[in-house]
């Protein structure tokens, strides 16, 4: 699914680093030792935090190498042809008119049109475009595309994400000992003696985190959604409105009537509405090229 090429990458990696300090946790024994001393809830949630915010920041400190290695991107050292060169010297005039670092420049190959950045900082970045992108769109519209993606490291928004992720699996983690307590209690029959972490608050607890989580997911989503029009914005100014809306009315008119698959919604063509739309990562396209549109 190409939604992991942004952020569905990063919320994956952050939910396989939280299950993981969840097993960490059970076997160096920390939740029976919180549960001997009592229902502390202060103590609760600075655990929480220690351990809800690290999950997030260990995400972001591996997502550039994640992206890399599971995209099979291949970074430019060395401009090889025509194209790669006129690719690494459009982001670095987009990264210098947007006053950030030179990001690592990549290649995946892949039909679809898709371009995604991610890393830790606005000058630790990754930018990363499919083959299928330099194929199908001409200049003007490649340019717009790599726009938007300067423009999501400009703002911080791996960052931003990052925080809002991890203020979230602070809450997750807290919760989930809580509903773990209170179901380890109920399979003891109250017995004070007979509870303490057994095999009962272990699973309750991780099936607690799985479905809180998804949960959780729609804040981290909302904020997906929000700072793709913050970035088409940041795109447009970089590179022109009428370049971007042209980018984004590429895309659209490439996809339909067809039913759009998944490997095109990492650049936000996404469909679904009712609940669905509460894990949408990108709003419509037709919403983003109205609110460019809008834009004096």
């Excluded at 194209?83 to 030179?102: C, F, N, Q, S």
């Excluded at 990754?126 to 790599?146: I, K, N, P, T, Y």
């Excluded at 004070?192 to 607890?205: D, K, L, N, Q, T």
Aim: with cysteine; aromatic share 8%; proline share 2%.
């Amino acid at each position: 699914m190409a939604w992991f090429k942004r952020i569905g990458l990063f919320m994956l990696t952050n939910m396989a680093v939280m299950l993981l300090l969840t097993i960490v946790i059970r076997l160096l024994g920390v939740d029976q030792y919180m549960i001997r001393q009592g229902q502390n809830y202060q103590a609760l949630l600075l655990f929480a935090a220690v351990f809800g915010m690290g999950g997030s920041l260990i995400s972001l400190a591996i997502s550039k190498w994640m992206a890399i290695r599971s995209m099979g991107c291949q970074v430019i050292k060395t401009p090889s042809n025509a194209t790669e060169v006129w690719l690494v010297d459009t982001v670095t005039r987009l990264a210098r008119e947007a006053r950030i670092g030179m990001p690592d420049v990549a290649i995946y190959g892949g039909h679809e049109i898709n371009a995604f950045a991610t890393g830790m900082s606005k000058n630790n970045a990754l930018v990363a475009v499919s083959s299928g992108l330099l194929q199908q769109m001409d200049r003007r519209e490649a340019e717009a595309v790599l726009a938007h993606e300067i423009s999501h490291v400009a703002n911080g928004d791996m960052v931003t994400l990052t925080l809002i992720q991890g203020v979230v699996n602070t809450f997750v983690i807290f919760f989930a000992r809580i509903i773990g307590s209170i179901v380890d209690r109920a399979l003891s029959g109250g017995n004070e003696e007979r509870s303490g972490g057994g095999i009962g608050y272990f699973i309750a607890v991780m099936v607690a985190e799985i479905f809180l989580g998804i949960f959780a997911s729609m804040i981290v989503m909302w904020f997906s959604r929000w700072r793709e029009f913050r970035a088409d914005a940041g795109g447009a100014q970089l590179a022109g409105r009428q370049a971007m809306i042209a980018a984004l009315e590429r895309l659209r008119q490439a996809h339909e009537p067809a039913v759009m698959p998944n490997e095109l919604r990492a650049f936000g063509i996404s469909g679904g509405g009712g609940m669905m739309r509460l894990f949408m990562s990108h709003p419509p396209l037709e919403e983003r090229i109205e609110a460019l549109r809008r834009l004096s």
